[in-house]
């Protein structure tokens, strides 16, 4: 899912000072999970903006909010709330807020930094294992990824700084090439480490990214 955590709230009011009415826009997926655009948060955003002077023509949580055509529909259901507003503050991840901006003339603020794509260890609790390089090494890698989870992406590790199994980039972390070693070893793959992975491909990582998946 998409980490994203809502901006600071003076720097959000200092966002919309031009703009007194504000229509909220939230997400009911990862924004939801991420407790940075859920129903809670926009009410409580709401609540906050009303108490700082603002006036709130309306709300509304998308589905997805990175879905454009949702996004589009649902805004043209709230039609006239949209129009009395003079910005629409979204709290939704980038993708969100980009959907909602093309989908309305409207002045749009983002209320959230998005983050990382990110696993969930447990409720409230996120960690970055993919930075979506686009040529997937973990079948090679046991499982556990070295471009995201090595502070220096050495796609053939360890590097020298490695310190019983330690990181030396970050000491309370794992190194993750002594993680591989380990999960090789237990899969009798070590031989596996021999063979060199060459550099990478940044042609792979190109943006925009796109893909139209043809049936
Ligand atoms: S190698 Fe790592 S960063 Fe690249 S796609 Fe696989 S998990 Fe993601
Ligand atoms: S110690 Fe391991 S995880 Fe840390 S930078 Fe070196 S290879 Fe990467």
Request: charged residues 25%; glycine residues 10%; contains cysteine.
């Amino acid at each position: 899912m998409i980490i994203s955590r809502q901006k600071p709230f003076p720097e959000i009011l200092a966002a919309l000072q031009q703009t007194p009415r504000v229509f909220l826009v939230g997400c009911a997926k990862c924004a939801t999970v991420c407790k940075s655009g859920g129903e809670e948060e926009v009410w409580q955003m709401q609540e906050a903006l009303s108490a700082a002077g603002k006036e709130v023509s309306g709300s509304l949580i998308i589905d997805e909010a990175c879905h454009m055509l949702r996004a589009g529909r649902d805004l043209r259901g709230k039609k006239e709330q949209v129009e009395e507003a003079d910005a629409l503050l979204v709290l939704a991840c980038g993708a969100g807020v980009q959907s909602i901006a093309a989908a309305s003339a409207k002045i749009t603020v983002s209320g959230t930094d998005t983050l990382f794509l990110g696993n969930i260890r447990r409720f409230g609790q996120f960690e970055q294992r993919c930075s979506l390089c686009g040529n997937c090494l973990l079948t090679e890698t046991a499982g556990i990824c070295p471009v995201t989870l090595c502070p220096k992406g050495v796609l053939n590790g360890p590097c020298g700084g490695m310190d019983n199994g330690r990181c030396e980039v970050d000491a309370e972390a794992e190194c993750a090439w002594f993680q591989i070693y380990e999960l090789l070893k237990s899969q009798s793959r070590l031989e596996r480490l021999a063979t060199i992975t060459p550099p990478k491909d940044f042609a792979r990582m190109l943006k925009p990214g796109k893909l139209k998946i043809e049936k």
